[in-house]
């Protein structure tokens, strides 16, 4: 496909996009008056139109790999970073409603800031160093026990295609602390939507949802080291040929993916 068509269709998509988050995040404070369970399902419909755009405008298609791990019982999802494609698809797709450990500055941006915050997730502080890692162990602990999942990306940050970053024990930490597994997750969306260029390409992405790691008995460090094992091992599996064949991440890249948690 040519790259002018690549980029008219990357713009309709955008429009989309932009069209979708003016119109749907007002219509979020109206669903904040119903129960939380069906205020979180109204709002997804959001992330639902993007995924289904994205599909019929960009090419971009999914598959899903290993949705029976999916646990009945409380636990961290842990996840790939390489696009913004996982944070929309992942709030319908999975078994209940999930809480994203994100920046708290986000909160300020029009419409999608807004419907975050109407969702009571889990925002941080990463001025606060050690003391926003408290914060997310103590909403951790709370929005578990409401029966939702907090989603962490370990690496931090997203990364492209081919590279592996540095994975941070934050997540581990929170489910060794909450006594709950974690769901190890491997995505290669950078394939399609790629961290900074603008032009979305057409292709297959796989989401493959690894059995869930048990906390119990080990540290934060080994339970991390474990789910960095499969994550990466199961990324040369799911990525195009020839791509995923990097392990160290550039110096510039691993400070970018310094994050608290």
């Given at each position: 496909?040519?790259?002018?068509?690549?980029?008219?269709?990357s713009c309709v998509f955008m429009l989309l996009f932009a069209l979708s988050t003016a119109i749907w995040a007002p219509i979020c404070f109206l669903f904040a008056l119903l129960p939380y369970r069906q205020h979180y399902n109204m709002t997804v419909l959001w992330?639902?139109?993007?995924?289904?755009?994205?599909?019929?405008?960009?090419?971009?298609?999914?598959?899903?790999?290993?949705?029976?791990?999916?646990?009945?019982?409380?636990?961290?999802?842990?996840?790939?970073?390489?696009?913004?494609?996982?944070?929309?698809?992942?709030?319908?797709?999975?078994?209940?409603?999930?809480?994203?450990?994100?920046?708290?500055?986000?909160?300020?941006?029009?419409?999608?800031?807004?419907?975050?915050?109407?969702?009571?997730?889990?925002?941080?502080?990463?001025?606060?160093?050690?003391?926003?890692?408290?914060?997310?162990?103590?909403?951790?602990?709370?929005?578990?026990?409401?029966?939702?999942?907090?989603?962490?990306?370990?690496?931090?940050?997203?990364?492209?295609?081919?590279?592996?970053?540095?994975?941070?024990?934050?997540?581990?930490?929170?489910?060794?602390?909450?006594?709950?597994?974690?769901?190890?997750?491997?995505?290669?969306?950078?394939?399609?939507?790629?961290?900074?260029?603008?032009?979305?390409?057409?292709?297959?992405?796989?989401?493959?949802?690894?059995?869930?790691?048990?906390?119990?008995?080990?540290?934060?460090?080994?339970?991390?080291?474990?789910?960095?094992?499969?994550?990466?091992?199961?990324?040369?599996?799911?990525?195009?040929?020839?791509?995923?064949?990097?392990?160290?991440?550039?110096?510039?890249?691993?400070?970018?993916?310094?994050?608290?948690?």
């Amino acid at each position: 496909m040519s790259t002018p068509l690549l980029y008219l269709r990357s713009c309709v998509f955008m429009l989309l996009f932009a069209l979708s988050t003016a119109i749907w995040a007002p219509i979020c404070f109206l669903f904040a008056l119903l129960p939380y369970r069906q205020h979180y399902n109204m709002t997804v419909l959001w992330n639902r139109f993007n995924i289904q755009a994205a599909r019929l405008v960009c090419g971009i298609r999914y598959q899903i790999k290993g949705e029976e791990n999916l646990p009945d019982e409380p636990a961290i999802v842990l996840c790939k970073h390489q696009s913004t494609w996982e944070t929309l698809f992942l709030c319908y797709n999975l078994t209940r409603p999930l809480v994203f450990v994100y920046k708290r500055e986000l909160n300020y941006v029009p419409f999608f800031g807004w419907g975050i915050a109407l969702l009571r997730m889990i925002p941080i502080n990463r001025s606060k160093g050690k003391d926003a890692f408290a914060q997310v162990v103590e909403l951790g602990r709370q929005r578990l026990q409401e029966g939702r999942w907090p989603v962490l990306f370990p690496e931090g940050t997203r990364i492209p295609v081919g590279l592996k970053g540095k994975y941070k024990t934050g997540g581990a930490r929170l489910a060794v602390e909450a006594g709950v597994p974690v769901i190890p997750i491997a995505v290669n969306s950078g394939e399609c939507w790629p961290k900074k260029p603008f032009i979305k390409k057409p292709g297959l992405i796989t989401v493959s949802i690894g059995k869930p790691i048990r906390s119990a008995g080990l540290t934060p460090a080994e339970l991390m080291q474990q789910v960095e094992n499969w994550i990466e091992s199961e990324m040369r599996v799911i990525s195009s040929p020839g791509i995923y064949t990097i392990d160290n991440l550039p110096n510039h890249l691993e400070a970018a993916s310094s994050d608290p948690a």
